[in-house]
C-alpha cells in the first residue's frame, strides 16, 4: 500500500523546478507511505513519484518508481497484487531464460507481465487492489489504471497543459499549477449522496478515474489537452441475481467457503504484522473466523467501543473473539474523544466526504495501526449478498403502493407527515407494552417520514434515489448547480439492480473512500477479502432466495457463518458504526457548526442559498426532526473550505 503522484508537462522548463514540485506532490501524502521515497524522470517533463508503505519485500529490491528488466516501462503503484505468486510461476514457465529476478516483489512481477503480455492484457489477469501510473517508453504512452472495484483511488486532470496524477487531492493541490475551482455540480451530489461520486471530483476538470478502467494518454492527447474516455477491461455483472439452478443450497455454501478460504488465505501473506476489524457483526466475523480457521497462531483483531449504548457493538465483537479464540484488543472512546477527531477531518480526507461513520473508522484504524501494519474488513457483504434494508422495504412498497394513483399515494404521505417523528415515536413509545418485541423498530417516527418520502414518487428508480439521497433538491441550495440526473431500474429484477448500484457507486465512493483514507491516514493498509472479483462474479450467479430468505438478510453468508460461531452470538438487529451525531450537533458541535452555517458567511462565500440550509439547522436545534444527514454534508464541505483557505 502506497501513494503515487505525478504529472507530465513538456514546456514545464522556466515556468517551475520539476522534481521540486514533484516533491511537494509526495510530501503531501507522506501518511500514505511513510517507509520511503522515490522519484523519476524521463527528462521530457514527466515526473513519476512514490511513496512506500512497505509490505511485501521490505528490502531495497521493492523501491518504487521501478522499471521493467528491459527498461521499456516504468511504474508507480499503490495496492497489493495478490496472486503475484502465481503470475510469477506462469512467467518462468513462458520466457525462463529471459527472467532474472532482483526481489520478490509484486511490482517486479506487474513489470515483467506488462513486458510479455502488455499492460491491457495484463490487468485482465490481476487479482488485487491497484491504482497504478505505468511510463512506456517504447510507445510513449502512460498508461492509468484502477482496480475492479475501486478499492484505491486514484485522481487525475489537466491544469494548464500539464496533466496531474495522484491518489488523493492533496497531493494535485500541492502542484506549482493547480488552480481548479470548486464544481458546483459536484458539491450538489456531495449534499445529495454525502460523497462525491466518481467520475467527478470537488474540482471543476480534475476526474476520479472510475473503478475497473484504464486510460492510455499520448502526446497528441497530452497536446490537445483531452485525455479520452477511460476503457473498462471488467465491469460489474449486470445483474447480481443469476438463475442459481445448479446450485442446492448446500452446494452454494460449500463453494462460497471454497472461495473465501482461498481468497483470504492469499490476502493474509505479508511481511509485516496483520489483523483485522471486528464489529462482530455477520460479515467481520466471518471473515475473522475464516482466517483464524487458517492461521496457525491468534489472528489479532480490532474493535472500539461507545460509552453510548445505542451505538456500541463492542460487547458483541468481544463475545465472538472469545468464541474464536482471537488476540483482542477494543478501546473504549467517550465522546469527546471522536469529537475531537471532527478537526481534522478535510486533512484526513481530502475531499469533502459526509458518512459520520467516518469518526468512527479513523478511531478503529488508528488504535489497529498501533499493533498491525494490515488489517483486513468484512465490508462489501452487504452490497452482494443483500444485507441492506431498502433490499427488501422497498420491492415490498412498490409491489402494494406501485399500482395506487398518485394523489392517493401524495394524500398518505402528507397524512404522515404532519406529525413530526417525535410525535410518531411517542405514540410507539404508549405501544410498547402490548406490541410484540418482533414488531417494535428503532426510530418509528423517522421510519414513518422516510416512508412517505418514499410514497411520492411513481417509479422505482424514483424510490430509490429518494432512499440514497441526503437532500432531495440539492440543486435548489448549491447556487448555480444542475439537477443531477438518476439512474432507471433496467429489466432486472429491483432488488438485483439497487445492490448492482450501490456496488457500482456507494461501496467505492462512499465506503471504501471512508476506509481508505482513514486507514491511510495512519499508515494502515486494509484489504477487502469480498471484494475479490471472483467472490463479486460468483455473487452474481446466486439467486435471490441465497441471499434474502423468509426475511433473513444475507442468509447464504449466515449459513456459512453458522458452521463457525453459534447462532446466538450473531442474531441480533442491525446496528451499524455510527455515532450519536444528531445529538453532538445540538451539544458539543452547536457553536462550530453555527460558525459554519452563519447567514452572512454562507451568502458571502457564495456557494449556498442560506435560506434552506438555516431552516433546516433551526428545525434540528428545535427537536423537531433528526436532520444531520442534511446538515453534515454542509458542514464537511464548509470546513473543507476552511482548510482550503487557510492552507
Known amino acids: 500500500m502506497c501513494g503515487i503522484a505525478g504529472f507530465w508537462h513538456p514546456n514545464s522548463q522556466g515556468r517551475y523546478d520539476g522534481p521540486t514540485a514533484l516533491t511537494r506532490m509526495t510530501d503531501a501524502i507522506v501518511h500514505r507511505g511513510p517507509d520511503d521515497a522515490g522519484a523519476w524522470n524521463n527528462g521530457a517533463g514527466l515526473f513519476l513519484g512514490h511513496r512506500r508503505l512497505a509490505i511485501v519485500d521490505l528490502s531495497s529490491a521493492g523501491h518504487q518508481p521501478m522499471a521493467s528488466a528491459t527498461g521499456r516501462y516504468v511504474i508507480v503503484f ?29 511490482t517486479e512481477v506487474m513489470l515483467a507481465a506488462f513486458e510479455h503480455w502488455g499492460v491491457q492484457e495484463t490487468l485482465h489477469k490481476l487479482v488485487g487492489m491497484f491504482a497504478l501510473a505505468v511510463w512506456d517508453r517504447s510507445r510513449e504512452t502512460l498508461t492509468l489504471a484502477r482496480d475492479r472495484i475501486g478499492e484505491k483511488p486514484l485522481y487525475y486532470g489537466y491544469q494548464g497543459s500539464a496533466l496531474l496524477f495522484a491518489s488523493e487531492l492533496q497531493a494535485l493541490e500541492a502542484h506549482p499549477g493547480f488552480n481548479a475551482e470548486v464544481s458546483r455540480d459536484s458539491l450538489a451530489l456531495l449534499l445529495k449522496y454525502a460523497y462525491v461520486p466518481a467520475p467527478h471530483s470537488i474540482y471543476q476538470g480534475i476526474h476520479k478515474l472510475p473503478p475497473g478502467t484504464w486510460l492510455e494518454i499520448d502526446r497528441a492527447a497530452l497536446d490537445s489537452g483531452v485525455t479520452g474516455t477511460p476503457q473498462a477491461y471488467w465491469q ?17 455454501i460449500d463453494q462460497l467457503h471454497t472461495r473465501l478460504r482461498n481468497t483470504i488465505s492469499d490476502q493474509m501473506v505479508a511481511d509485516v504484522p496483520l489483523g483485522a476489524f471486528l464489529s462482530g457483526g455477520i460479515d467481520s466475523t466471518l471473515i475473522v473466523s475464516l482466517m483464524q480457521s487458517l492461521s496457525t497462531q491468534k489472528v489479532k483483531t480490532f474493535t472500539i467501543g461507545f460509552d453510548n449504548p445505542g451505538y456500541n457493538e463492542a460487547e458483541h465483537a468481544k463475545a465472538v473473539a472469545r468464541h474464536l479464540g482471537t488476540e483482542h484488543t477494543e478501546l473504549y472512546v467517550a465522546g469527546t474523544d471522536a469529537l475531537d477527531v471532527v478537526p481534522r477531518l478535510p486533512e484526513i480526507y481530502g475531499e469533502p466526504f459526509a458518512d459520520s461513520s467516518q469518526i468512527p473508522t479513523y478511531l478503529v484504524s488508528r488504535m489497529a495501526r498501533s499493533h498491525v501494519t494490515v488489517s483486513l474488513s468484512g465490508d462489501a457483504g452487504d452490497e452482494l449478498f443483500g444485507g441492506y434494508n431498502r433490499y427488501q422495504y422497498l420491492p415490498k412498497v412498490w409491489r402494494k403502493l406501485g399500482g395506487m394513483p398518485g394523489p392517493a399515494r401524495k394524500l398518505a404521505a402528507r397524512m404522515i407527515e404532519a406529525a413530526p417523528p417525535s410525535r410518531w415515536d411517542a405514540i410507539a413509545n404508549g405501544l410498547s407494552p402490548i406490541t410484540p418485541a418482533a414488531l417494535r423498530v428503532r426510530l418509528p417516527g423517522e421510519k414513518l417520514h422516510k416512508l412517505a418520502g418514499v410514497m411520492r414518487h411513481g417509479s422505482p428508480s424514483q424510490m430509490y434515489d429518494h432512499v440514497v439521497s441526503q437532500w432531495q433538491n440539492a440543486e435548489d441550495v448549491v447556487i448555480d448547480a444542475r439537477r443531477p440526473g438518476i439512474a432507471s431500474v433496467d429489466g432486472s429484477d429491483f432488488a438485483s439492480w439497487m445492490m448492482r448500484q450501490d456496488t457500482l457507486t456507494y461501496l467505492p465512493d462512499d465506503i471504501l473512500a471512508k476506509v481508505d483514507r482513514a486507514a491511510m491516514s495512519v499508515s494502515l493498509e486494509t484489504r477487502v477479502p469480498f471484494l475479490d472479483h471472483r467472490i463479486v462474479e460468483f455473487a452474481a450467479t446466486l439467486p435471490m432466495s441465497l441471499k434474502i430468505r423468509n426475511g433473513s438478510t444475507k442468509w447464504i453468508l449466515r449459513e456459512l457463518l453458522y458452521r463457525y460461531v453459534p447462532r446466538e452470538l450473531i442474531e441480533r438487529p442491525k446496528m451499524g458504526f455510527g455515532i450519536p451525531l444528531h445529538e453532538w450537533l445540538r451539544g458539543p458541535l452547536r457553536d462550530w457548526a453555527e460558525s459554519l452555517l452563519a447567514p452572512q458567511r454562507l451568502a458571502s462565500e457564495g456557494y449556498f442559498a442560506p435560506g434552506p440550509i438555516r431552516a433546516v439547522w433551526e428545525k434540528h436545534l428545535r427537536g423537531q426532526g433528526n436532520y444531520q444527514q442534511q446538515l453534515w454534508p454542509v458542514l464537511m464541505f464548509q470546513a473543507w473550505l476552511d482548510r482550503k483557505k487557510n492552507r
Do not use: M
Open 78 to 106: 499503490n495496492g497489493e497484487i495478490y496472486n503475484f505468486q502465481a503470475l510469477r510461476k506462469a512467467l518462468e514457465a513462458a520466457v525462463p531464460a529471459a527472467l532474472a529476478w532482483r526481489g520478490h516483489s509484486d
Open 236 to 252: 460489474v455483472p449486470e445483474a447480481l441475481t443469476g438463475p442459481g439452478a445448479s446450485y442446492t443450497d448446500d452446494e452454494a
